[in-house]
């Protein structure tokens, strides 16, 4: 899966012929910004191949880049006023203006990771993480830059991200499913499995409003590790579900990286990255500030944040 945006305006010369895109990538292009050079003209056959629905190759079929993000930034755009007064209000109607505020969530990012690899993702609240796993699983688009996944990608987002209160869970798995790519027949048959591994009983018939925070976990980590994939996205997930739970979803964490799995995985339970990772980075207010041992990364975070490795800062309270 790819998403790339040229944000280069057109040249006057005619363009050379776009290499191809890789079989396992989806290349999804931003709006250029407004130019005076004519923007250069697009056939009806690239725009097809363009849209192409991602294909999904078996993991010997791949390079060894499991993920590649090249110069990524995201920006926000929201109407933003500190004191917002009536009067304020009608004089902005009058003369057709908005206030506007830029978010700059990511900065010119760049990394990339091999099949393999367990990447921690450490930093303040704010400072990009959940905008760039959003942006690595396709749901946020990249303001400028590019990014690669190779392979079939599976997230585990905020609690409940990606399910419908109203429906069931034996439906809410369909979805999910489906979601990752898979064929009806496919979830199907992996339904038993983690119906079983999330442990809900007759719940799992019921609407998934009626279920607690720790049984909305149960099935969402349930449905997003038996969904076999090469990159697996966890974003603030594993804190929920009791100590039974937790022990089991980290014998399962072990089995995904004994697959030589692909895992990113943001969490403020800082010793959690220190156990499960082989590789780390340290995001602050949008920008890369280093990458390294996630030893050496979250003893350096600790630092700058002049905290301490105490068992308060290290644990997910």
């Known amino acids: 899966m790819s998403f790339d945006v040229n944000l280069t305006p057109a040249a006057?010369?005619?363009?050379?012929?776009?290499?191809a895109a890789p079989a396992d990538a989806v290349v999804a292009d931003g709006a250029p910004p407004v130019s005076a050079a004519p923007a250069p003209e697009t056939s009806d056959a690239s725009v097809e191949e363009r849209v192409e629905p991602r294909k999904v190759l078996a993991m010997d079929q791949t390079d060894q880049v499991a993920v590649k993000v090249e110069n990524l930034s995201v920006t926000y755009r929201t109407s933003y006023e500190k004191v917002p007064t009536f009067k304020s209000a009608l004089k902005r109607m009058g003369k057709g203006e908005r206030v506007v505020k830029e978010v700059e969530a990511l900065k010119d990012v760049s990394f990339e990771i091999t099949h393999g690899t367990v990447l921690g993702i450490v930093g303040?609240?704010?400072a990009g993480k959940s905008t760039l796993m959003r942006a690595i699983s396709g749901i946020l688009p990249p303001s400028q830059g590019r990014i690669e996944v190779h392979?079939?990608?599976?997230?585990?987002?905020?609690l409940g991200v990606g399910f419908n209160s109203a429906l069931s869970g034996r439906e809410n798995v369909m979805l999910g499913g489906l979601a990752a790519g898979l064929t009806r027949e496919e979830v199907n048959e992996k339904y038993e499995e983690i119906a079983d591994f999330a442990e809900l009983g007759d719940f799992i018939e019921m609407p998934m409003r009626t279920y607690s925070s720790g049984m909305f976990s149960r099935l969402a980590f349930?449905?997003?590790?038996?969904?076999?994939?090469?990159?697996?996205?966890?974003?603030e997930a594993l804190s929920a579900g009791d100590a039974k739970f937790k022990k089991k979803a980290a014998v399962k964490m072990d089995e995904l990286m004994g697959q030589a799995r692909t895992l990113l995985l943001v969490s403020h339970a800082l010793s959690t990255i220190k156990d499960m990772c082989n590789d780390a980075i340290w995001l602050d207010h949008g920008n890369l500030m280093?990458?390294?041992d996630p030893t050496e990364i979250v003893d350096a975070y600790l630092r700058f944040l002049e905290v301490g490795p105490e068992a308060s800062a290290m644990e997910d309270l």
């Open 222 to 235: 349930s449905v997003a590790v038996h969904m076999e994939p090469d990159v697996l996205i966890i974003d």
């Open 12 to 19: 006057p010369a005619t363009p050379a012929p776009a290499a």
């Open 290 to 292: 280093r990458r390294g």
């Open 124 to 126: 303040h609240n704010g």
């Open 151 to 158: 392979g079939r990608i599976s997230t585990l987002l905020a």
